[in-house]
């Protein structure tokens, strides 16, 4: 008898994460033994309290428009984790696995969402539970895995972020260009708490290094006296300066709010690092006339559609397949990975690494790409990243004039078992 299959999706969705949907869909067709597809209503939240979205019964139209439709509305994400200590809530999904004959389990997201895949697999042995539990990755941070790349050689949806500020500075150069007199240096805040792969990519728009350009990450150990000095430099050198800031570039307290993971969401903040920048360089003084100021990117980054990377659409539509193909041939307990082939054409190929190695797991940026001077990233970086943009520019459906995205029809599996509410859920309408 076939059994069903959840797909679930956590954390900061991206261009690309209803791609992997897509891949995944298509790719369970392809397998007898995989029944319905469902998609949990915002990820795990949707699995807790048995909201599963029929994917089976959508129209292939809209399953082909999940290609050019971002972020998570379709299926939606959560940030909500299964810690340990959530005894109840690990045994309500397994009771609502059991109610739906779900033996399959695909949990597309980042770091904490592979944990939460481990776990769930791991319960499922424990309790005699034929289920095959598979990790998609996916985060904008380029953060899942190791730091010698060999786990996992990037993550889908950092290259359209990273394509997205591609474009952002260079159209931030040519805004700096004109209004230079009055506005000689224009800073730009990008996202990246904790890792710089995100403002890194500012440097793919100048690979020759020709505008007045400085990259400030998390890991420069610059402080803001300094970066002062060095943006005045250029400011005299050029008469102007670029400025790209990551949102963990420490200034000091921003008032920065914590998501449940425990993650800091600098954009949230009420003082952003961005503004902290311009505030320090206009009271210090600059190197000419005029004052500085600042564009912060907000969500954008991550949801700009006409932005996203074709190779990054593709290979988070193969690495849904891959998951597919690993559950469906009860490889459990895995996450469908993307290496990168040597040589100097790009290429990769698709496989497995095991939960338990990537689940909780922190890339950090590698050192050596860093200038020495802390304000910018070497060639090596370019060479890793300027294939993950692509080199053309996606097009995209169009109907009277707005983007036609996918729309799923709201049909959902029927509820066998009583109403539950998540106990974080529950400690949090108690007051604790």
Known sequence: MAENLVIAQSGGPTCVINSSLRGVIDAARSYGAIGKVYGACHGIEGVLKEELLDLSAQPEEEIALLRYTPVAGSIGTCRYKLKSHQKEDFKRVIDVFKAHNIGYFLYNGGNDSMDTAYKIAELAKAEGLELRAVGVPKTIDNDVGDSEFKLVDHTPGYG??????THTVQYANEENRGSSPADPVLVLQAMGRKIGFIPAAARLADPNREMPLLIYMAESSVSLEELADQVNAKVREAGRALVVVSE????????????????????????????????????KGLAAKGAARCNVAGTDQRHSMAYASIVDL??????????????????????????????AVYSVRYDKVPLKEVANSERTFPKAWITSEGNDVTDDFLRYAKPLIGQEMLTLPMENGIQRLARFAPVYAEKKLAPYMPEADRRQSAGG
Do not use: C
């Open 160 to 165: 359209s972020t990273a394509k997205y500020w």
């Open 248 to 283: 963990g570039f420490n200034v000091g307290d921003v008032g920065a709010v914590k998501d449940s993971f425990g993650h800091t969401h600098f954009g949230a903040s009420k003082i952003t690092v961005a503004q902290t920048v311009v505030n320090y360089l206009n009271g």
């Open 314 to 343: 593709d290979e988070a539509y193969a690495l849904g397949q891959k998951a597919v193909e690993l559950a469906a041939t009860d490889q459990s307990g895995y996450m469908s990975t993307i290496l990168r082939q040597p040589g």
